[in-house]
T-cell receptor, first 119, second 113 residues
Framework: AQRVTQVQPTGSSQWGEEVTLDCSYE???????IFWYRQLFSGEMVFLIY??????QNQRSGRYSVVFQKSFKSISLVISASQPEDSGTYFC????????????????FGQGTVLSVIP | EAAVTQSPRSKVAVTGGKVTLSCHQT?????MYWYRQDTGHGLRLIHY???????EKGDIPDGYKASRPSQENFSLILELASLSQTAVYFC????????????FGKGTRLTVV
C-alpha cells in the first residue's frame, strides 16, 4: 500500500535562509513520481516540482530543488533564499502511473508541513 | 494556462440532502479526479475517471458517487450528505501518462449541518 509521511508538521525560517522539508514514502512500484505542492492560505494548490524515480538527477525549478534518496525512499524539498511569500503548507505526494493503474496520476498525499518564513 | 473550475466554491447542505459538486476543465486532459481535504490533513482520493461515461473508485469512495458525462465535466454526488462529509473538495485533471503536473481547482468548501 502507498503511504507518504511528512514528519515535520511545522517549520520556520528567517528571510533569505535555505529551508529543507522532508518526506518519506512507501511503494512497491519501480516507476513512480514524487510531486511537491504548496497550498496557499486561500486553499489553492500550487505545483512546485516533481521527481521521477527513473531520473537519478535531483530536479530543480527556480528556487526549488529536491534531494532524492531513492534507496531510502526519501525526498526533501529545498527552498533557497526563502521569502515570507513562501509561507504556506507544503505537501509531498506520490504517483504510481504503472500499467496496472492505467498510467494515471492518482496522488497519495502526505500530511503536509506548515512553513512560516519570518521577515 | 490549464484551468480547472469548480462550482460552487462553497456550500452549506442539510444532513440527508443531496449535494452535487461540479468540475469543468479546459485542459483537454483525459484524467479527472476528486479529492477531499479535512482540516489539517492532506488530500485523499475519492473517485477518478480516465474517459467520459466511466468512473473509478479511489481510496475513500464510500458515500460518494461520481459522474463524467463528457471529457470536460466531472461531478461528485453526495446522495445523502452526512456531517462527516464536511470538508474541502478539490477537483483535478492530468494528461494520460502524466509526465506533467496535476492541475487542481480552487476547491469547494462543503459544510453539512
Amino acid at each position: 500500500a502507498q503511504r507518504v509521511t511528512q514528519v515535520q508538521p511545522t517549520g520556520s525560517s528567517q528571510w533569505g535562509e535555505e529551508v529543507t522539508l522532508d518526506c518519506s514514502y512507501e511503494t512497491s512500484e519501480y516507476f513512480y513520481r514524487i510531486f511537491w505542492y504548496r497550498q496557499l492560505f486561500s486553499g489553492e494548490m500550487v505545483f512546485l516540482i516533481y521527481q521521477p524515480s527513473f531520473d537519478t538527477q535531483n530536479q530543480r525549478s527556480g528556487r526549488y530543488s529536491v534531494v532524492f534518496q531513492k534507496s531510502f525512499k526519501s525526498i526533501s524539498l529545498v527552498i533557497s533564499a526563502s521569502q515570507p511569500e513562501d509561507s504556506g503548507t507544503y505537501f509531498c505526494a506520490l504517483s504510481e502511473p504503472s500499467m496496472s493503474t492505467g498510467g494515471n496520476n492518482k496522488l497519495t498525499f502526505g500530511q503536509g508541513t506548515v512553513l512560516s518564513v519570518i521577515p | 494556462e490549464a484551468a480547472v473550475t469548480q462550482s460552487p466554491r462553497s456550500k452549506v447542505a442539510v444532513t440527508g440532502g443531496k449535494v452535487t459538486l461540479s468540475c469543468h476543465q479546459t485542459n483537454n486532459h483525459d484524467y479527472m479526479y476528486w479529492y477531499r481535504q479535512d482540516t489539517g490533513h492532506g488530500l485523499r482520493l475519492i473517485h477518478y475517471s480516465y474517459v467520459a461515461d466511466s468512473t473509478e473508485k479511489g481510496d475513500i469512495p464510500d458515500g460518494y458517487k461520481a459522474s463524467r458525462p463528457s471529457q470536460e465535466n466531472f461531478s461528485l454526488i453526495l446522495e445523502l450528505a452526512s456531517l462527516s462529509q464536511t470538508a474541502v473538495y478539490f477537483c483535478a485533471s492530468s494528461e494520460l501518462g502524466g509526465d506533467t503536473e496535476v492541475f487542481f481547482g480552487k476547491g469547494t468548501r462543503l459544510t453539512v449541518v
